[in-house]
């Protein structure tokens, strides 16, 4: 595989892992941004469409988009599939919040904890006095056609449940404990009573009473945000007025998105990495082994050998890459690290993070002596014209395939290594050739050496001793000195000429070759 080619696809390979958690960090930060701006838009939605209702009479359907909204937010915070839905239901008996996990809610913001409780615990009987009660123009139903249009069998047994049996009932924060407190009292009075009839109303209060609660939740850890009776009705009067924004009650993703879901989102993230990094990492290798095989009619156990190895390093290195990268994108567009990072993208992150993490890793082979300080400064400098590069083919590719980004981006990401590779690469034989040339170091960038090398000298018949220093002793300086052979003029019979060239001896470092 060309040199160009190879550091064009390990930049490719690193970038990629680095690309696709950035963008998974990247999309959650959206994720919560949609479901808050969904809690807005619905809020002011329900708000304008029972306009001719007062607000106190308008508090509840608030109450309704608030708990299934935030609930939402919450889980995509948590990174649940979990859902609740706002079904506008005015039917009898029906659901307010339905769920995609098996749960009811039914809302009840009354004016007070009693009535609140009691409305959660009507059975059908009560809500048919409620009904005859109301003003009307016709003479009501009766009892019979009540309970056929509603199709309510005639069974103590059912007319004694509450109405929204089998749901849970949200009532305002503000109201729970009261609620409870009168509920566990309807306990105890029925407890004392005898009869079928009073053995069914005591079920029924306890079942409101075990399913009461403040909030829609799932019982897994995700739930909504609890609202009291006076936020209720202030929400209604900002929505009228126009200046509801979910920010001034805390709905902010900036204060949302707390480390736990960092780190969590980054987790995942590191794993998906180390997973591509396996990927990207053996294929290559794969491909070679194949090639050997076919070449040579039998495998190299040498090159399973760095399979192995290359596995091993290559997700370990992934994972961190992912982690990183995701973690960052997060931080910076939920506004940890100030509000001008909010809008960084993704793949620049990611970028940002493969430059930095090879420039670590170049400086820790300094400090071990592996690598020379000028090594590591060339590398660096490759790898910064690669990531613009990889950067540009990036956008490229995403503005060609618009309905494909990701795949657009990793193409065009590709292409740009490779290119940018093969540009570092001529770049630096341009330099090297230019000084090489000329004897300029362009600013110390180009070491120039003109010591002979020891192979050089042995050609021209030139012997060499190596002084011994003794160690000084009262400042004074003690040394053997050297035997010096003379040359035998005779022994010479013939002039050898040799013309020195000027070339690469090193890493930018041009010397006699």
Request: aromatic share 8%.
């Amino acid at each position: 595989m060309p040199s160009a080619f190879r550091q064009g696809w390990q930049f490719f390979a690193d970038a990629a892992q680095s690309g696709m958690s950035a963008r998974s960090g990247q999309s959650y930060c959206a994720d919560v941004e949609n479901a808050i701006e969904t809690l807005t838009k619905d809020m002011y939605e329900i708000v304008e469409a029972h306009g001719s209702l007062g607000v106190g009479q308008c508090k509840g359907f608030t109450a309704e988009v608030w708990h299934a909204d935030t609930f939402n937010i919450n889980a995509v915070l948590k990174g649940s599939e979990h859902r609740a839905f706002i079904d506008k239901s005015t039917d009898f008996g029906s659901v307010d919040v339905s769920t995609n996990f098996d749960r009811n809610f039914s809302m009840k913001y009354m004016g007070s904890a009693k009535l609140s409780a009691d409305a959660q615990a009507k059975n059908y009987y009560e809500a048919y006095q409620e009904y005859y009660k109301k003003p009307r123009k016709s003479a009501p139903m009766t009892f019979e056609e009540y309970l056929q249009r509603y199709e309510i069998e005639n069974d103590p047994e059912q007319l004694l449940k509450s109405v929204y049996s089998g749901q849970y009932r949200v009532i305002p924060k503000d109201q729970l404990e009261a609620a409870t407190q009168r509920l566990r009292m309807l306990l105890k009075i029925e407890q004392g009573k005898d009869g079928a009839n009073r053995a069914l109303v005591y079920k029924n209060y306890l079942e409101t009473l075990e399913k009461l609660t403040d909030k829609v939740t799932d019982g897994s850890g995700v739930e909504s945000v609890s609202l009291d009776k006076e936020t209720a009705e202030v929400i209604v009067r900002l929505c009228r007025e126009s200046e509801f924004k979910a920010e001034d009650f805390g709905i902010d993703i900036s204060k949302l998105v707390i480390t736990d879901y960092i780190f969590q989102q980054a987790l995942k993230a590191g794993y998906t990495a180390a997973v591509l990094s396996l990927v990207m990492e053996v294929s290559p290798k794969i491909c070679e082994a194949i090639l050997y095989l076919i070449k040579n009619g039998e495998a190299d156990p040498n090159q399973f050998k760095e399979l192995g190895f290359a596995a091993l390093n290559g997700a370990a290195l992934g994972f961190i890459r992912g982690y990183v990268s995701c973690a960052l994108t997060i931080a910076c567009q939920s506004g940890k690290l100030g509000g001008q990072f909010m809008n960084i993208q993704g793949n620049t992150v990611a970028a940002i993070t493969v430059l930095v993490m090879n420039t670590v890793k170049n400086a820790f082979l300094v400090a071990a002596g592996k690598m020379t300080g000028r090594e590591m400064s060339v590398r660096t400098e490759d790898a910064a014209a690669i990531t613009v590069a990889a950067l540009i083919g990036g956008s490229i590719g995403t503005a060609l395939l618009p309905q494909l980004a990701v795949l657009g981006y990793m193409i065009g990401s590709f292409v740009g290594s490779v290119i940018g590779s093969i540009a570092a690469q001529g770049k630096n034989a341009f330099i090297m050739a230019l000084c090489a040339n000329t004897g300029i170091t362009l600013f110390g960038i180009v070491d120039q050496n003109y010591s002979l090398s020891r192979e050089m000298i042995d050609s021209l018949g030139l012997k060499t001793v190596d002084l011994k220093v003794n160690e000084p002793k009262k400042k004074e300086l003690n040394y053997n000195r050297p035997k010096v052979n003379k040359l035998n003029r005779n022994e010479l019979h013939t002039l050898d000429i040799f013309i020195l060239k000027r070339g690469v001896v090193g890493v930018r470092r041009i010397g006699y070759v």
